[in-house]
Nanobody, 123 residues
């Protein structure tokens, strides 16, 4: 699976962004999709995960209520809607995929990764 993330940019605190990740190469609807992020000097962390059908989602605790993951299997695309952004949300955001609904927060569980898109939130 090749993953291409886009939608990052510079936004003021309190603003919103929607990231997109488009997949190609394999059957997108078979894959669990996730968004991770990595801030400078920090480890990559899980943001949100969505099941292959889209019926189940998982969010890291600090992102609940502000971030929404969704997918459109007809478009081979997963989205991350980010609202009420804070400067601490500044990071490179990556999409990733795996076939199983397990170890959702672990980077090692994911087989394929996109190249990342930079989100910068100014105060």
């Amino acid at each position: 699976v090749q993953l291409q993330a886009c939608g990052g940019g510079l936004v003021q605190a309190g603003g919103s962004l929607r990231l997109s990740c488009t997949a190609s190469g394999r059957t997108f609807s078979n894959y669990v999709m996730a968004w991770f992020r990595q801030a400078p000097g920090k480890e990559r962390e899980c943001v949100a995960v969505i099941s292959a059908s889209g019926s189940s989602t998982f969010y890291a605790d600090s992102k609940k209520g502000r971030f929404t993951i969704s997918r459109d299997n007809a478009k081979n695309t997963v989205y991350l809607q980010m609202n009420s952004l804070k400067p601490e949300d500044t990071a490179v955001y990556y999409c990733a995929s795996q076939l199983l609904w397990k170890r959702l927060s672990s980077t090692t569980a994911y087989e394929y990764w996109g190249q990342g898109t930079l989100v910068t939130v100014s105060s």
